[in-house]
């Protein structure tokens, strides 16, 4: 229970493309909201999309049009789908749940998982 573990980082050059994933336990993926957060260096970490059990999503405004939040009920995995990607998307990049819904600040977050790197070179 609360266990998330992500995969799917890389080195990327501009424009390109990424996905991330995030494996949950069935318990959490089912009850918890879920959401992607990224913390480049010297920054404060920042949410970039989420997603609740009915599939309503929200995303960050310097992603919107170019990251897709998904999930997959059957496999209790969460995805991140980056296109068109810019040296600023370099961070890394955090799943995370949380049981209180989809507007709650970082730190009402219940779980994370233990971050995957991103870096997109121009």
């Known amino acids: 229970q609360g266990q998330l573990v992500e995969s799917g980082g890389g080195s990327v050059q501009a424009g390109g493309s990424l996905r991330l994933s995030c494996a949950a336990s069935?318990?959490?993926?089912?009850?918890?909201?879920m959401g992607w957060f990224r913390q480049a260096p010297g920054k404060e970490r920042e949410g970039v999309a989420t997603?609740?059990?009915?599939?309503?999503?929200n995303y960050a405004n310097s992603v919107k049009g170019r990251f897709t939040i998904s999930q997959d009920t059957a496999k209790n995995t969460l995805y991140l789908q980056m296109n068109s990607l810019k040296s600023e998307d370099t961070a890394m990049y955090y799943c995370?749940?949380?049981?209180?819904?989809?507007?709650?600040?970082?730190?009402?977050?219940?779980?994370w998982g233990q971050g995957t790197q991103v870096t997109v070179s121009s």
């Open positions: 069935e318990y959490t993926y089912s009850r918890y909201c």
């Open positions: 997603i609740d059990n009915d599939g309503n999503t």
């Open positions: 995370a749940a949380v049981s209180r819904g989809c507007y709650s600040d970082q730190p009402d977050y219940n779980y």
